[in-house]
């Protein structure tokens, strides 16, 4: 577990989001289940999930822009998330994906997973404005 978790939002945090690790570069967050992010018995529910996909899509986003030297506000265009399986009473990984980084648009791709990367429980596209901040 990295301690780089005092950089996620309260929100996140409150969740009880953390950061796993990296991979390649990119960051891998995680969330257990508890009675906290329970939807209906023995399930997660799907705000927690969305923002558990958020979390992660931003995180490659700011790790990818600290790493060019660039520190925009990000502000979401939208967010679309697909529920695919239902999040059982197990931890949840989440990575992103960047398809897209212009000078004020990037787009980003993100799955959750929980046994099995290849069978996704959720995933999220997000369009961000990243615009100038004013000094």
């Known amino acids: 577990m990295s301690d780089n ?10 969740l009880g989001i953390a950061i796993h690790g990296d991979e390649d570069g990119t960051p891998v967050l995680t969330v257990d289940f508890s009675a906290q992010i329970e939807g209906r018995p023995g399930a997660f529910h799907g705000g927690a999930t969305s923002g558990l996909l958020e979390t992660a899509g931003y995180a490659v986003l700011r790790k990818t822009l600290d790493r060019e030297g660039r520190n ?20 949840t990984y989440a990575k992103g994906r960047i398809t897209r980084l212009g000078r004020r648009n990037a787009n980003v791709s993100v799955e959750a997973w929980q046994d099995d990367r290849d069978r996704p429980i959720a995933t999220a596209i997000m369009n961000i404005l990243m615009a100038d901040r004013e000094g």
């Open 5 to 14: 978790n005092s950089a996620l939002t309260p929100y996140a945090q409150s």
């Open 72 to 91: 925009p506000q990000l502000k979401p265009i939208n967010i679309t998330v697909q529920f695919l399986s239902t999040g059982k009473q197990k931890t």
